[in-house]
């Protein structure tokens, strides 16, 4: 997304473009920090509850799940946040 943008020197792909692709990146960022904290959770309950913690696959689809339905409720309110701003080209800059 940047890449093209400084590239291009212009945003080409208006405010809706904007608003996802900015949804996005936050996505991204929440997601990766969230599945780490997933990570710990279930390796945690693997070293100190290994008996007690049966059911592998079920436990993790649902804290998967959970996490990216954190994630999303989470990433929402960017839609609304980021605006298009237009600056017009000086001549003299």
């Known amino acids: 997304m940047e890449i093209t943008w400084r590239w291009t020197i212009t945003w080409n ?4 473009g ?8 936050a996505f991204g960022i929440y997601l ?8 710990s959770v279930d390796r945690y309950f693997a070293i100190v509850h290994p008996l007690k913690y049966k059911n592998l696959r079920r436990k993790n689809t649902k804290l998967l799940a ?6 999303i409720l989470i990433s929402l309110p960017q839609l609304y946040e980021f605006i298009l701003l237009i600056a017009y080209r000086i001549s003299s800059y």
């Not at 792909?13 to 809706?16: A, L, R, Y």
């Not at 904007?18 to 990146?25: D, S």
């Not at 990766?32 to 990570?39: D, G, L």
Request: charge should be positive; include cysteine.
């Open 13 to 16: 792909t208006g405010e809706i």
């Open 18 to 25: 904007c608003r996802i692709l900015q949804t996005l990146r």
């Open 32 to 39: 990766s920090s969230i599945m780490i904290v997933c990570i």
């Open 66 to 71: 959970i996490a990216y339905l954190v994630t």
